[in-house]
């Protein structure tokens, strides 16, 4: 089978999307989760002096990846400088990664209108750029942006700006749809013209947005004319109406073309990638989304599931398992008892019958109530110890207080007093906080902490706050997750409140409690 | 020009979305929409003695359309019944409509799985339903469910189907492609055989799901190779993962390929009639949408920006007003002042040299704390306004004070305090609230609600948290977005503090500022 290659901008093109942000570590994160799912190739940004970029180019420098190759992204050198003095190209190539991604201007337009070059000194620039990468030793991938409008407008100038990069040492030329323009016949034209002036002596690459709604339609064009890596990024992330969707892309390529791009165990682990980055963005999943949506394999029942049942092909296009989906992602269908008692199981807890309906039950009305236990496992492990009778309460709770007052000078002041018993004797403490969860947490501990001396070195590495039903102003239903860790392990736990405060108690408090089941 | 006409199925596959439902006269105020945007035929459901679909056949009987023809959907006859004796179909021909949609089995794979009909009965199951609906003087579209997995298993069967249909009258024979599984290029070799064996008999229609992230493409492959009806929804809603999104089909056939399908103007209004759609259905816009989300034409300042000046083509596929829509700058960490006074100049504010580089400092600054305008486009505006000297508060805060307080026996309880002044007034006022922030909005609404009554129209629509640099546990600093509207506009503010409750009271105050100035 031949191979088709995958190349993720999440982290440059993907961040331009409206309110995406992440830090240096979440980005090593994305890192690890896009190289366990098999891309091949992982586009990590400009590096440049920025305190910011240093830091990330730092940590990915240290990651041990399974195959994936980091790239590091720049431009073609500056109008009138010789390349070996352009400081942003020695930063480039300075930075550790084996491959560099040069853009350079590929339509005549954007040279009149925008950057006022003349097309000589342009294709100079291509040439000048990439021959400096090889010499330092790179390997470098030529983005033709705007290539299809270029190729529309003037396609022998388009066509000497990919000869430019290839003359000079470029191993793949990737062909730009930066503003979203084309349709996949346009795509599927151009690309296979130039296949067949330059597929012999350069890969082929394909990178373009959905502003026309057609952007995996285009990517699959591209490669069905010679392309044989696809820019993209994971859930379409990136500007205006996103990048292609490698999400839907990649399925497509290896189960209905018939391409090898990853293994069968990481193609089944896309539906859980996807949502980890939208986890890590701070983005809810698209429940439609082709492939990986919770309702991309819904079905209404009736005629439906007895179709399915005599043949899964009746009303399914793909097997739902290939992609790490479900037939059904409802969660009352998820939560059989075999499902409970599997669970229980592997966290050595003993369940019996009774005890599991209970549990299923409780779990059906959590879950309708807004709680979602995947991304809280230490917050189910307590439900079903609870409903096992193995659930030890680390205190009982009298009450709590918290107070935010802002003075008539401007200083924000937060103190939460909390009252506790355990083993009968009873607590009373107050702590300040920048906030009032934070307050609370500290007071809890605070008045505990005597008692349970391991908790000093529980921490909390993670706070997160979804708005559910966000069309309620702030009277809506408000999901915290937090994850934590000792020296040991990390758990993660839930809460969920009309009340921010009262959720982020009850994920706190399943912390804790966890740590010492 | 040539003509494409569109075909609605809002009404009916539509409401097979998750969460989709509408009252007879909402729909009958979708129809009104579709007409207005010069949708040729509108799908209005299975007509059928439910109370509710007798209600809104009689209703839609009524409309004075401009040109749109509604469209009645039924089965073929059941099997081992003469048509005339079947209900359903009896019922269908009934319907005011003077075209009926008649879905039937196309795919042998179904009869023999699922209705356990044999390859005949189903062919005069569909030749004899298409005769009756003819003799009772009804245009005829068949739609041919599962067409394409058909074609594709059993091409000579599939083709059989067809024939059946127009030998018996349907005016019109829509490919179906009903499990989303073809890509473009399957679309075309099979709707491109279909044209050549009956183009001349009857007019070819494409009807598509979007499981592969294709709808849109594989529409527009469909009328590439003779499809002259495209079937689909207006944002693409419907089961699984949608429809074929007639939102992105229409300006692409009439923008991109040169069809003639609806008036420029009717065009124009596209923008206008999503949004109306999302609203009808209670869905929130999405803000990435190909042509009509408000991000479609988003730029990030700078060079952008000075390119759009130059010659718009340059960074868009299209004019954003052809479709109703807007070019939308966003202000930016790479924003330049240029970008800054067009901002301005967009919002009716004068703004100076001196103003435009103060704002550009506090832009920056802000956005280094964690604010992030794109989301917040009234917040940002305030920032222009106060640099500009614009800015006239609507009130002075003296204090505040929120207290959340789990009671002992375990409820949970919160209320805000606040003081402001106005015109030399003070206010003092306490409310109670489901939450901290939403006491904190009651109390403040509260005091000054007499000065300014309009606060009472004001509704927050949309709450959002987002925790940044979640690596400091509950310590982080949040991010809030607030969006607001009154019954004639919207907008989104931004919050920013380590403390929730001071980065709600921020957006907060900003949505309720904008709207006074």
Chains 1, 2 share one sequence.
Request: with cysteine; net charge negative.
């Amino acid at each position: 089978m031949e191979q088709v290659k995958l190349y993720d901008t999440t982290l440059r093109d993907g961040m331009q999307g409206e309110g995406m942000s992440l830090s240096a570590s979440e980005k090593a994160r994305v890192v690890l989760a896009l190289d366990a799912l098999g891309v091949q190739m992982i586009e990590a940004g400009f590096p440049s002096s920025n305190p910011k970029e240093v830091e990330l180019f730092a940590q990915l420098a240290e990651l041990e990846l399974q195959q994936a190759t980091i790239c590091a992204f720049g431009m073609t050198r500056r109008r009138g400088t010789a390349a070996e003095d352009d400081p942003a190209l020695a930063t480039l190539v300075e930075s550790f990664t084996p491959v560099v991604t040069l853009v350079g201007k590929t339509w005549a337009l954007h040279l009149e209108k925008v950057t006022k070059v003349s097309r000589e000194e342009n294709l100079a620039m291509i040439s000048e750029s990439v021959a400096l990468c090889r010499e330092q030793g790179k390997r470098v991938i030529y983005d033709a942006e705007h290539f299809f409008d270029g190729y529309r407008d003037d396609p022998g100038y388009a066509l000497a700006c990919l000869a430019a990069a290839i003359d000079a040492g470029a191993e793949n030329v990737s062909l730009c749809d930066t503003n979203g323009s084309s349709l996949p016949d346009q795509i599927a034209a151009a690309t296979a013209d130039v296949g067949a002036k330059f597929g012999e002596r350069a890969e082929l690459g394909i990178h373009v947005h959905d502003d026309a709604g057609c952007g995996v339609a285009n990517s699959l064009a591209g490669v069905r004319e010679g392309a044989r890596l696809v820019q993209g990024t994971i859930n379409g992330y990136g500007e205006r109406c996103g990048n292609a969707n490698l999400t839907s892309i990649l399925p497509a390529l290896q189960l209905k073309m018939g391409f090898e791009v990853v293994s069968d165990e990481q193609l089944a682990s896309l539906t859980e990638t996807a949502h980890l980055l939208d986890e890590l963005c701070n983005l809810t999943p698209n429940p439609d989304a082709p492939y990986v949506g919770r309702n991309a394999f819904a079905h209404k029942g009736g005629m439906h599931v007895a179709g399915i049942e005599a043949d899964a092909r009746t009303f399914e296009h793909i097997e739902p398992a290939l992609v790490g989906n479900n037939r059904n992602v409802l969660p009352s269908e998820l939560s059989g008892k075999a499902t409970i008692r599997s669970q229980a199981e592997q966290a050595g807890i003993e369940i019996d019958d009774e005890a599991a309906t209970r549990a299923i039950a409780k779990l059906k009305q959590r879950e309708h109530d807004g709680y979602h236990y995947e991304a809280a496992p230490a917050s189910f492990e307590l439900l079903l110890r609870y409903e096992a009778g193995l659930y030890k309460p680390l205190f009982r709770l009298e009450s709590y207080k918290v107070v935010t007052e802002r003075r008539a000078g401007g200083e924000v002041e937060t103190e939460a007093t909390i009252k506790v018993e355990v083993d009968g004797k009873h607590y009373l403490r107050v702590a300040e906080g920048n906030g009032p969860v934070n307050a609370l947490d500290r007071a809890l501990r605070g008045a505990i902490v005597d008692r349970y001396p391991h908790l000093a070195e529980i921490e909390l590495t993670n706070y997160k706050v979804r708005i559910l039903d966000q069309d309620h102003g702030t009277g809506a239903v408000t999901r915290v997750l937090l994850d934590s860790a000792d020296s040991e392990r990390e758990w993660g736990t839930i809460g969920v409140s009309e009340n921010i405060i009262e959720a982020s108690w009850e994920a706190l408090v399943d912390s804790l409690e966890y740590a010492f089941q």
